[in-house]
């Protein structure tokens, strides 16, 4: 299932500081991760785009869009949902902001909160972590590292 993300919800839920620098790469190096473990695809939307920069950016299986001002990141998720049109219902919708949580019900898209989508990351990496003996590829440095951006030791 892919999902729709409000990026400045998500980011304190995660564990980082908005006011923290590169915040948003930060998070979508997360999301990124989550994306090669899960299988799955992700449409993160940020306020604040600033001009003369780009409006969006791909990164592997994340699509970064930065709204500019005069514009909200929820207002963009909602015309998302709204150009899904029916196929909508095959996507979840992260925030916790109640205006977007209910336009994803009303698009018949799942809707999770950023606190309960915080936690599937980290049961994700947990997993990861789990399985380091028998999955040759999983780095410890690098699952140690993510557990430890979730507050995990």
């Known amino acids: 299932m892919p999902f729709l993300i409000d990026g400045h919800n ?13 915040v948003e790469d930060a998070l979508i190096e997360i999301l990124q ?5 899960r299988r799955t695809s992700i449409e993160v939307y940020f306020d604040g785009g600033i001009p003369g920069q780009p409006s969006r950016g791909n990164f592997g ?11 909200t990141a ?15 219902r095959n996507w979840a919708v992260v925030s916790s902001d109640r205006r977007v949580q209910m336009a994803a019900r009303e698009a018949h898209a799942r809707s ?3 606190e309960e989508f915080s936690n599937f990351i980290m049961e994700a990496i947990k997993e990861e972590f789990g399985n380091q003996e028998t999955d040759p ?8 590292m993510w557990l430890k951006e979730f507050g995990e030791e």
């Open 33 to 37: 991760k989550f994306c090669r473990l």
């Open 112 to 114: 999770i909160s950023s």
């Open 137 to 144: 590829s999983s780095d410890p440095d690098d699952v140690a």
């Open 74 to 88: 929820d207002e963009a998720i909602e015309k998302r949902l709204q150009v899904l049109g029916k196929t909508a």
């Open 10 to 22: 998500l980011i304190p839920k995660a564990g980082f500081k908005l006011a923290d620098l590169d």
């Open 61 to 71: 299986n994340v699509s970064a869009f930065f709204v500019r001002k005069g514009r």
